[in-house]
């Protein structure tokens, strides 16, 4: 890939004479961010950066990334109290993630905290999975993407070291609070807000750019949450750009999680937006069951969750036997009827067939806000249904009649919903 190809010759000639010790002085530092704004904002392949785009990565790159601070190691090792275990607040296939303390930009005012991810020394791929953050991370600004604040890189005796140091997120992840019972769980109206603004995220890397971003690892421990659950997509190590052009889709080494990527993605290496809403759409599944895409600790048949919700369609009555245990009862059955309903269409076999991501937005944003009418529409919807099925049970054997008794019944289901919803808006 071009820009890798660029950033490798010039670690190359550096590597050559290389003197340099583990304490890097403040104007070689320079020099290095020198280097690398040469290696993002340079040639690109194809893949990553079409000529046909409107605007390319680099380009974008070029004119937003300035923001970016630029860190000294010794600066980044003061703040994580020499990245001690004490500091560690997680890992991941980059790397280990640090919790630290830094100046403002002025150097005025209390310490920031951030969060520090220190790229795991393993080869070309990892490079890669970090630069590809600087380069999207730097030009992205959005409330549901996390911010970068800057990053370091220095090379010395030691091998390369590659830092990205973000926004701290207090509350995790969401896979944290989902799967953890040991937690309180997830209201049901946070799940809601939490899904609103991941699908608001990805609606804005597929629409909201000069050009279009495919985020490739949509998935419940890339969903971060603030001091207030509100979320933001981080880990844009596999994000590529769309296609572009007349090209329906960009090919690609398959990558990602299992249990999350699409499977034309899977079968063929082509990757489009759609292959982000399949994603969303186990994740949504996994918002209302609680339950983890992929768990062999449970049985056989429940091990793949997208295989074992097929059972409980959004329409029967067998529905709420899917729904987390954890929420108690307490969330609108007709707002998850609609969810599970809207997942289904993001796992459509056809990507063609999957919503665009402002679609889903349009969906969430309303089924929140008719959040009050749902609750009386449930409770009318369980009281029929119960009756239908009692019906059905006590008019066995006389099927003309209990046939027409459940029409009746639809109907004035249908009808009772309507009115409802009237009064409401």
Not at 268 to 290: P, R
Not at 293 to 300: A, L, V
């Amino acid at each position: 890939m071009g820009c890798f190809c660029y950033f490798k010759e010039k670690y190359k000639e550096r590597s050559k004479d290389a003197t340099a010790t583990s304490q890097a002085s403040s104007s070689s530092s320079k020099k290095e961010s020198s280097r690398l704004d040469s290696a993002i904002t340079g040639q690109t392949s194809k893949s990553l950066c079409s000529t046909a785009s409107p605007r390319s990565l680099p380009s974008l790159y070029e004119e937003r990334g300035q923001n970016l601070r630029v860190f000294e190691l010794r600066e980044l090792k003061n703040a994580t109290n020499d990245f001690s275990r004490l500091m560690k607040i997680g890992e991941g296939g980059f790397g280990g993630v640090y919790k630290g303390f830094i100046k403002p930009a002025d150097g005025v005012g209390e310490r920031i905290t951030v969060a520090v991810k220190m790229l795991n020394q393993h080869g070309l791929q990892g490079h890669k999975q970090w630069l590809a953050e600087v380069q999207f991370l730097g030009v992205v600004d959005h409330p549901n993407l996390v911010k970068l604040i800057g990053y370091c890189s220095v090379d010395g005796e030691r091998g390369p070291q590659r830092l990205l140091v973000y926004e701290f997120m207090p509350n995790k992840s969401l896979d944290f609070h989902l799967f953890h019972s040991a937690l309180p769980p997830l209201a049901w109206n946070v799940r809601l807000r939490i899904a609103f603004g991941a699908a608001e995220g990805l609606s804005y890397l597929h629409e909201g750019l000069e050009l279009q971003v495919i985020y490739r690892d949509f998935k419940a421990s890339n969903v971060l949450l603030d001091g207030d659950f509100n979320p933001k997509l981080s880990d844009f190590g596999l994000a590529r750009e769309g296609p572009s052009g007349e090209d329906t889709h960009v090919t690609t080494a398959v990558m990602g999680t299992h249990g999350y990527a699409a499977p034309e993605y899977i079968e063929t290496g082509h990757l489009t937006v759609k292959s982000d809403v399949w994603s969303f759409g186990v994740v949504l599944y996994e918002m209302i069951t609680g339950r983890k895409s992929m768990d062999q600790n449970r049985p056989k048949n429940e091990r793949k969750l997208i295989e074992w919700v097929k059972q409980f369609p959004s329409g029967s009555r067998k529905f709420s036997t899917i729904i987390d245990p954890r929420l108690g009862g307490e969330y609108s059955l007709s707002a998850a009827r609609i969810i599970a309903k809207l997942a289904d269409n993001c796992l459509s076999k056809h990507a063609k067939d999957r919503p665009q991501m402002k679609e889903v937005v349009g969906v969430l944003k309303q089924t929140m806000e008719s959040k009050e009418a749902d609750i009386q529409v449930d409770q009318f919807e369980e009281d029929a249904l119960a009756n239908l099925e009692s019906e059905t049970k006590e008019d066995q054997g006389k099927d003309l009649i209990s046939a027409r008794r459940r029409r009746l019944h639809l109907a004035k289901l249908s009808e009772s919903v309507n009115v409802i919803r009237r009064k409401k808006n």
